[in-house]
């Protein structure tokens, strides 16, 4: 059984920071590639951001140079540091970690943005 567990959410003012993480448990050694998503209310849920076990990153457009995502493979832990956090970024942000025969999917934590 795999987990993944976020932590770091919370209520922000726009203009301030917060840094999400994502800590992998159970039996599971590296993922091939991790990454956040997002859904507001009403929305469906995007990827915001990912990363390749080798580093390669992708960002979604309305994050670039505002958030980073990265990754430590030995502690199997990824982490979403966000800049600049505007009223649009609220929303219940997910983890996720993939590899070739499985698919993982964390609970989400809220990320609220304050105008």
């Known amino acids: 059984q795999v987990q993944l567990v976020e932590s770091g959410g919370g209520l922000v003012q726009a203009g301030g920071s917060l840094r999400l993480s994502c800590a992998a448990s159970g039996n599971i050694f590296s993922f091939s590639g991790m990454g956040w998503y997002r859904q507001a209310p009403g929305k469906q849920r995007d990827l915001v951001a990912s990363?390749?076990?080798?580093?390669?990153?992708n960002y979604a457009d309305s994050v670039k140079g505002r958030f980073t995502i990265s990754l430590d493979n030995a502690k199997i832990k990824m982490y979403l540091q966000m800049n600049s956090l505007k009223p649009e970024d609220t929303a219940v942000y997910f983890c996720?970690?993939?590899?070739?025969?499985?698919?993982?999917w964390g609970q989400g934590t809220q990320v609220t943005v304050s105008s």
């Open positions: 990363i390749t076990k080798g580093g390669i990153t």
């Open positions: 996720r970690g993939w590899g070739i025969s499985y698919d993982y």
